[in-house]
């Protein structure tokens, strides 16, 4: 009786923990890039009641035997991410943009040497490098000229390298990853103009390939930079942080920075991506952890009233 006692206490763990766990998702169903959770349960620890005997092929012997075991309730195994493409919302904003992909945004504190990278592609393994994830582009440009996120995070990308293709287009310098700001005021050497000066940007375009753009005053398109967009092998291994950061973990596996393609996914200017939270999923599930958790506090009322009845048998 007390063994059953405690199994409906451990079923009530787990599933106000489902709880907590779908509250949290309906709380946050107008977060962008808010990514909803599930709950997993597994059965808890056994003992035998009786073990198992395989038996003997003989006379007078008996044959085998299974083995008798009693849990004790369940226990919450996992919670997982669900880190599925969720839909984007217009903005109007052009320097608001988000992955159309699985990629992630790469953001963090400033630092003064850049990240290298591969000269020809751009990547670069991203693991022990501090930097942190993000889905949400709530870009900005602060008052040193450096493109940053609503929280002061500085975006990372590459910088132009001062040379053209065969079309024209601008060329980055792939060999290294580091925030991304607006050009200095150059002459027609393409040499800084003493004192130095950043251009001042009137209007900007994010491309699909994360080319940042800006047009002056005068009507002058220049190319800011273009941004990095990180793939993640396990994203369920990534630690959430406050707000909507994720920190590399241990068993995150290769996180490589590079710039947007279809496998990343592209970027999609003047968007910010949805909460992916099933409401409906949500409240299914909440109505099913409400029926069990009642279950497990009608086997406690069972249990009591038996204990009960124990302790009144000598009236």
């Not at 050009?183 to 001042?200: F, G, K, Q, W």
């Not at 958790?293 to 302790?311: G, M, P, R, S």
Request: glycine share 12%; aromatic share 8%; proline share 3%.
């Amino acid at each position: 009786m007390v063994k059953s006692m405690n199994a409906a206490i451990a079923g009530l763990k787990a599933h106000q923990t489902r709880l907590d766990v779908i509250g949290n998702n309906i709380a946050n169903v107008n977060t962008w890039g808010y990514k909803s959770r599930s709950t997993n349960f597994q059965d808890s620890v056994y003992t035998n009641v009786m073990n198992g005997q395989a038996g003997e092929v003989r006379t007078g012997s008996l044959g085998g035997i299974n083995v008798s075991q009693l849990g004790y309730g369940s226990v919450v195994s996992s919670i997982s991410t669900n880190f599925g493409t969720s839909n984007g919302q217009y903005t109007g904003n052009e320097l608001d943009c988000m992955v159309d992909g699985p990629g992630f945004l790469i953001v963090g504190a400033y630092r003064d040497q850049a990240v290298a990278a591969d000269p020809d592609t751009g990547e670069v393994n991203l693991a022990r490098e501090g930097l942190y994830l993000s889905r949400v582009g709530i870009l900005r440009p602060d008052a040193n000229g450096f493109l940053v996120d609503d929280s002061g995070n500085y975006v990372y990308g590459y910088a132009p390298s001062g040379e053209v293709d065969e079309n024209g287009k601008e060329l980055m310098n792939l060999g290294e990853l580091k925030p991304i700001r607006i050009p200095y005021v150059t002459d027609e050497n393409n040499v800084p103009i003493e004192p130095n000066e950043l251009y001042a940007i009137s209007t900007w375009r994010i491309g699909t390939d994360g080319t940042v753009v800006g047009t002056d005053k005068d009507g002058v398109p220049h190319t800011i930079g273009q941004i990095a967009v990180a793939s993640v092998e396990n994203p369920n291994g990534l630690n959430q942080k406050s707000g909507y950061y994720y920190e590399i973990g241990n068993n995150t596996g290769r996180v490589i920075g590079m710039r947007a393609t279809d496998a990343t996914g592209m970027i999609r200017s003047g968007f910010l991506e949805m909460s992916n939270t099933d409401l409906a999923l949500d409240f299914a599930t909440m109505i099913t952890t409400e029926r069990g958790y009642q279950a497990n506090t009608k086997i406690i009322t069972v249990t009591d009233e038996i204990l009960e009845q124990l302790v009144n048998m000598k009236r």
